[in-house]
T-cell receptor, first 114, second 114 residues
């Protein structure tokens, strides 16, 4: 089946730093989404992207739908301690007019630099 | 407040035992989903239901069973046939076809084997 490659797997942040992560696929998607999961909780939707080339912001978060439709990027500017958690990308295809189920990446874990 | 409630938060299973995880939503969503999350892994789809009294297998349905007798409820049974049940289980819902890319997750149930 389809797989998403999300990188990096983990990273450490210092308050005030900008953070970048990405997700790539061997096949195209119609929709890209980014979710964030806090420890011991369920993921929460951050940003949804519906068109190739689309750039969307949500506060300090900015995500882009790649032109090839096979990748997406998430940037966090001026990170703060509450940004720690696991960030998941997800892709979705439409099949014959119906939405397929989401395919999730393995996540990027953000931690605070010791 | 509308949301998804999963219970219990922690659950222990003995060898050969079936256990049932509860999921209730009051968002009036048509679709509901069960995901399994293992450390360092993405979310893998177990079962999903687009409408009451109907459900479909996801990518890893073996050893699990579900029912959807009411719109609000989508319980998951982990049967004794599931040989590696230890994982974090997440229930989610979405408005339905045409809008089901936006998943709303519960807080999860951590299942461990005694």
């Amino acid at each position: 089946g389809q797989q998403l490659n999300q990188s990096p797997q983990s990273m450490f942040i210092q308050e005030g730093e900008d953070v970048s992560m990405n997700c790539t696929s061997s096949s195209i998607f119609n929709t890209w989404l980014w979710y964030k999961q806090d420890p011991g909780e369920g993921p929460v939707l951050l940003i949804a992207l519906y068109k190739a080339g689309e750039l969307t912001s949500n506060g300090r978060l900015t995500a882009q739908f790649g032109i090839t439709r096979k990748d997406s990027f998430l940037n966090i500017s001026a990170s703060i301690p509450s940004d720690v958690g696991i960030y998941f990308c997800a892709g979705q295809l439409w099949y014959g007019g119906s939405q397929g189920n989401l395919i999730f990446g393995k996540g990027t874990k953000l931690s605070v630099k010791p | 407040d509308g949301g998804i409630t999963q219970s219990p938060k922690y659950l222990f299973r003995k060898e050969g035992q079936n256990v049932t995880l509860s999921c209730e939503q009051n968002l009036n969503h048509d679709a509901m989903y069960w995901y399994r999350q293992d450390p360092g892994q993405g979310l893998r789809l177990i079962y999903y239901s687009q409408i009451v009294n109907d459900f479909q297998k996801g990518d890893i349905a073996e050893g699990y069973s579900v029912s959807r007798e009411k719109k609000e409820s989508f319980p998951l049974t982990v049967t004794s046939a599931q040989k590696n049940p230890t994982a974090f289980y997440l229930c989610a819902s979405s408005p339905g076809q045409g809008r089901n890319e936006k998943l709303f997750f519960g807080s999860g149930t951590q299942l461990s084997v005694l």
